[in-house]
Nanobody, 117 residues
């Protein structure tokens, strides 16, 4: 059974930093692209950052230069370092694992990030 467990959310003041982590189990972690999505109230879930199996990365324009995604295949973990947080970054952040070649996609339960102005 695949599990993705997020941690590290919380409340931070605008301009502050948070680091989210996602631990995977039950999957061949290194074969999956891994990403972070976020969903604010009454809004659609959107991709924030993604790191492919080969280590290449993608960032949404709104977080470029502020967020950094990394992966540790040995630990089966990805992290999202979020700096210079803004109130508009507040959302529930979800970890995602995708293996397009096999049509597989998994989600974590989400971790809430709140940013006070």
């Amino acid at each position: 059974q695949v599990q993705l467990v997020e941690s590290g959310g919380g409340l931070v003041q605008a301009g502050g930093s948070l680091r989210l982590s996602c631990a995977g189990s039950g999957l061949t972690f290194s074969a999956y692209g891994m990403g972070w999505f976020r969903q604010a109230p009454a809004k659609a879930r959107k991709l924030v950052a993604f790191i492919n199996a080969d280590g290449s990365t993608y960032y949404a324009e709104s977080v470029k230069g502020r967020f950094s995604i990394s992966r540790d295949n040995a630990k089966k973990e990805i992290d999202l370092q979020m700096n210079s947080l803004k109130p508009e970054d507040a959302a529930v952040y979800y970890c995602n694992a995708t293996r397009t070649s096999r049509g597989q996609q998994y989600w974590g339960q989400g971790t809430r990030v709140s940013v006070s102005s």
